[in-house]
């Protein structure tokens, strides 16, 4: 482990997590991400993303369209209850360094109707991003362009000598890339990836679907952890 000083970061470098080689760094693993995480050492990660298979507006709403025409898609990838959400967050939560990250995606619905019952009390929510995709989706009502990037922290909560990137606009213009329905922008994480991770670091996305993280880790010189239970390589001795 050593200790970076330069460009506002005064963190130390976590280049590797995994209690025993059952996965692989730089690779696309098939898995449960819950078994992949408990795969991970505790206070062993600077930086994570979850992007959750939501099933809030299958059950919750009518103005998705999901299953619909377009949205069929979409439905049926693996979806994931709150109890499932929850069990990755808390898991998330052990992995995560000490003030580390959690970039957590979230749809419409649970921004407005809120997460912190997801949410341990060893992390707090710190800041918030828009995604605007210049791209028009579905919506009986509204139709959507943005998807909302929630910024959690594991406490102590702070960014001095953490975040070592200043010129992030809280509104991100950036086009979708890929063809997983659900692809996140690479070049928005890779910004975030820069701001809270040193070179070397592992990044780690437990559900990656295109692996749009990896991509974002790949540009910026950082390991990547992740696999997804669908999308990716089956490692002989794992199992799915
Ligand atoms: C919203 S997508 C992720 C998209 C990704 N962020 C990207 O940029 O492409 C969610 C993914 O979670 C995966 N998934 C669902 N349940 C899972 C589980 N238990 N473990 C790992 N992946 C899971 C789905 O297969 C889907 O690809």
Not at 24 to 32: G, H
Not at 91 to 101: D, F, S
Not at 146 to 167: M, T
Request: aromatic share 10%; charged share 25%.
């Amino acid at each position: 482990m050593s200790m970076v000083f330069a460009n506002g970061r005064s963190a130390s470098t976590y280049s590797d997590c995994l209690k025993e080689p059952l996965y692989e760094y730089n690779f696309p693993n098939r898995c449960d991400g819950r078994d992949l995480l408990a795969a991970v050492r505790d206070d062993s990660v600077p930086c994570v993303f979850f992007d959750p298979q939501y099933r809030g507006i299958l059950d919750k709403l009518a103005y998705g369209n999901e299953g619909v025409s377009r949205g069929i898609k979409r439905s049926v990838l693996p979806q994931m209850d709150e109890a499932t959400i929850k069990q990755f967050i808390a898991e998330i939560a052990r992995v995560l360094i000490p003030t580390g990250h959690l970039f957590l995606w979230v749809d419409k619905f649970h921004l407005c109707e809120g997460v912190s019952g997801w949410i341990p009390e060893s992390l707090g929510i710190v800041d918030m991003i828009v995604w605007d995709k210049q791209k028009m989706g579905m919506g009986y009502r509204t139709r959507r362009q943005c998807e909302y990037l929630l910024v959690i922290q594991k406490k102590p909560l702070r960014a001095k000598g953490i975040w070592a990137v200043h010129d992030i606009p809280d509104i991100w213009v950036e086009r979708p890339s890929g063809c997983h329905a659900h692809a996140k922008p690479v070049r928005l994480q890779a910004r975030l990836i820069e701001a809270v991770t040193n070179p070397g670091d592992v990044v780690v996305d437990p559900a990656a679907g295109s692996y749009s993280v990896w991509k974002a880790a790949q540009l910026v010189g950082r390991k990547f952890l992740g696999g997804d239970i669908v999308y990716g390589i089956h490692k002989e001795g794992v199992r799915t």
